[in-house]
Antibody, heavy 125, light 107 residues
Framework: QVQLQESGPGLVKSSETLSLTCTVS????????WNWIRQPPGQGLEWIGY???????HYSPSLQSRVTISADTSKNQFYLKLTSVTAADTAVYYC???????????????????WGQGTLVTVSS | DIQMTQSPSSLSASVGDRVTITCRAS??????LAWYQQKPGKVPKVLVY???RLQSGVPSRFSGSGSGADYTLTISSLQPEDFASYYC?????????FGQGTRLEIK
């Protein structure tokens, strides 16, 4: 059973860098696709970016200039860094694996399953 | 980016009602669409992927359909536990995007 757990500071000062860790158990981060998603209080879901096989990375265009996703395969962890944060970055941050299945031996994937339980990060002034 | 527009943004319905939520993409997404349910304070849960494939353990009253740019999630007979928020998500593009959500409330 794949499980994910986010960790990191719950409070970050405005203009500083938000750093989160997602620890994965039950699956190797190598050979899988791992995502970061966030949800501001009372609002909808926003995809931040993903990393595939610790190498291929895609980011949301709206966050691309401030975000970095990386991984440490020896620890089976992946990371999120978001620089120059403002109050608009206050959100619950989730990590999630890409859901996938094989359709007639062809890979199909791109949804999010499973998810971590989420961690609230508040940006203070 | 592919924009995903859900409608309605909120909906009031009664137990036993049939409910349909729609999601329109800004371009065709070749059935690369998933639906999620989220209850207050909880983690989103995938209900449907690849437009119409039901996630294991999801009740059969949930179903998905669609093609091209237009997709729907249908709940055939609302149960009390179905009152929640629902989101669509496209994965046709490497830049994943969600719809803005539909809040399903008890009438």
């Amino acid at each position: 059973q794949v499980q994910l757990q986010e960790s990191g500071p719950g409070l970050v000062k405005s203009s500083e860098t938000l750093s989160l860790t997602c620890t994965v158990s039950g699956a190797s981060i190598s050979g899988n696709t791992w995502n970061w998603i966030r949800q501001p209080p009372g609002q909808g879901l926003e995809w931040i970016g993903y990393m595939y096989n610790s190498g291929t990375i895609h980011y949301s265009p709206s966050l691309q200039s401030r975000v970095t996703i990386s991984a440490d395969t020896s620890k089976n962890q992946f990371y999120l860094k978001l620089t120059s944060v403002t109050a608009a970055d206050t959100a619950v941050y989730y990590c999630a694996r890409e859901g996938f299945y094989y359709d007639m031996s062809a890979y199909d994937g791109g949804w999010f399953d499973p998810w971590g339980q989420g961690t609230l990060v508040t940006v203070s002034s | 980016d592919i924009q995903m527009t859900q409608s309605p943004s909120s909906l009031s319905a009664s137990v036993g009602d049939r409910v349909t939520i729609t999601c329109r993409a800004s371009q065709g997404i070749s059935n690369s669409l998933a639906w999620y349910q989220q209850k207050p304070g909880k983690v989103p849960k995938v209900l449907v992927y690849a437009t119409s494939r039901l996630q294991s353990g999801v009740p059969s009253r949930f179903s998905g359909s669609g093609s091209g740019a237009d997709y729907t999630l249908t709940i055939s007979s609302l149960q009390p536990e179905d009152f929640a928020s629902y989101y669509c998500q496209q994965y046709y593009s490497t830049r994943r995007t969600f719809g803005q959500g539909t809040r399903l409330e008890i009438k």
